[in-house]
């Protein structure tokens, strides 16, 4: 069975690097004594992978996970046996099956939805940024980039910035960085990953099949 599992992040746990949380869900599903699938060879493990791994310091609202296990789970069944083995910063919200013939999650990733708060209000630069063609600055290597196409869709209330970026194999865009060109720093949290279907941007927990 390939199950979906949707997962929170937050507290603490957003400083936690993307290999400390597959350790963290891989202990997880050993203690929760799930029947999952192990890979083959000399040094087998739990066959797992993330949606879009997560920077430091990023918390999340609606992540992924995809999981085989060697036979059918309950969705239930699933959440609340990790919740029980889970550090308490993060939860799980929902589980339920991928059908086997669909992509890996990661590779049907096409973008995600984040909350971005400032100290001062963002309304003003939103609407520049919208109106701009191009939007050039610097991703974290110091490389110049014009993010505006990265952008697929951002609105601003006070000091809290609302913003769809792309986030597939094709193209990403680091929330960081679109802060940094706005206005510095911002306390980020993302809350929905997105994929294609029929031209459209659905969440991904619509891909659970129970």
Do not use: W
Not at 96 to 106: D, I, N, Q, S, V
Not at 158 to 172: D, P, T, W, Y
């Amino acid at each position: 069975m390939r199950a979906v599992v949707k997962y929170t992040r937050r507290g603490a746990a957003r400083y936690v690097s993307h290999l400390d949380m597959q350790r963290a869900f891989g202990r997880a599903l050993r203690r929760a004594k799930l029947p999952v699938k192990f890979s083959e060879g000399f040094n087998p493990h739990i066959v797992m992978s993330f949606a879009s791994p997560l920077s430091v310091g990023i918390g999340t609202e609606g992540d992924y996970l995809e999981v085989r296990f060697e036979k059918d789970c309950a969705g239930e069944e699933i959440i609340n046996r990790m919740n029980a083995v889970l550090p308490k910063d993060i939860r799980i919200l929902s589980a339920g099956r991928l059908e086997e013939g669909a992509p890996k999650l990661m590779a049907q990733n096409h973008s995600a939805e984040y909350e971005l708060v400032f100290e001062g209000d963002m309304e003003a630069a939103a609407q520049k940024f919208l109106k701009a063609e191009s939007f050039l600055t610097h991703d974290r290597k110091g490389k110049e980039i014009d993010i505006r196409p990265l952008v697929l869709d951002l609105a601003a209330k006070k000091n809290v910035l609302k913003a769809r970026l792309e986030n597939s194999s094709r193209a990403a865009l680091n929330p960081a960085v679109l802060a940094g060109a706005l206005g510095g720093g911002a306390a980020i949290t993302r809350t929905e990953c997105f994929y294609l279907k029929d031209g459209r941007a659905l969440p991904m927990d619509s891909l659970e099949r129970e």
